[in-house]
C-alpha cells in the first residue's frame, strides 16, 4: 500500500518537478458551465463530524433532501467529473480505487497544478490522489504502469521505480461534459449525491456521484468517493 504520510511529506517539498523542459500540453480541460442557483452553498464549517474509523461513505443508491449548491461548487465538481476516461468507471467506496481509473485523475491533477516540466515526485501524486478520492489508491506506484497501458495512456503516463518518480507529459483530451442538476444532503460528515446529466461520451447520458467536503484540498473543493455512470 502506498503510505500516505510519506507521499503527504513528499507533497510538501514544493511539489516542484526534476524535468526542466516546459510542457504547453499538460493544461487541465475547460469547466463545462453551470446554471447559476440563487442560494449559497449550505455545507457545514466542520469538515468532518465523525471519527473515520466509524465513518461509512453512503452509497450511489442512497437518497437524501435536496439542498442547492453555489455555482462554484458545481463548477468544481462538474470539472472533477470531466477527468477524461472517468466516465469508464463505477465504483462504490467500499470497493476502493482501481489503478486504471487513478491514472486518468493522476493525469488531471498534475495538469491542474500547472507545474512545468514532465517529472514529478512520486509522493505529490499519490497525494493528490488521495486529495481526489480521500482515500490511499492501493499499491498504485506498483501497478501504475500496467494500468496505464490498459488504457493505452502509457505514453502520458509511467512510473520509474528506479528514481521514484512519475512521468506525465501531457494532459488527455476532453471527452465527457458534465452538467450537476440536483445535490441532495446524505446527513453525517458532509455527504452529498450529485445526479448530473452527460454529453459528448456515447456510452453514458447520466452520472451519480457521493461527494465529500474536502478537508486537504479546499480549491478542489470535494473528494469523490462513490460513482455510477450510466
Known sequence: MDDFATGYLAGQDGGNNNGGNGNENLKPNPVTPQEPDKKGDPTEAELTTIEASKDKVPSTNASGKKVIFNQQDLERIAAMLEVPGLYKFSYENKDGVSAEMATHVAVWMAAREDIKGTSFPSGTVVLDL????????????????????????????????????????????????????RVESLGNNNYYKVTGSVSGEKSCKKVVAVVQKNRLDTELGFSIKALKWS
Do not use: L, P
Request: charged letters at 25%; one cysteine or more.
Open 130 to 181: 488521495f486529495k481526489y478520492y480521500g482515500q490511499t489508491v492501493v499499491n498504485f506506484k506498483s501497478n501504475c504502469n500496467a494500468a496505464a497501458k490498459k488504457e493505452n495512456i502509457y505514453d502520458i503516463i509511467s512510473y520509474s521505480n528506479k528514481d521514484s518518480v512519475f512521468t506525465i507529459t501531457k494532459g488527455e483530451a476532453k471527452q465527457q461534459s458534465v452538467k450537476i442538476n
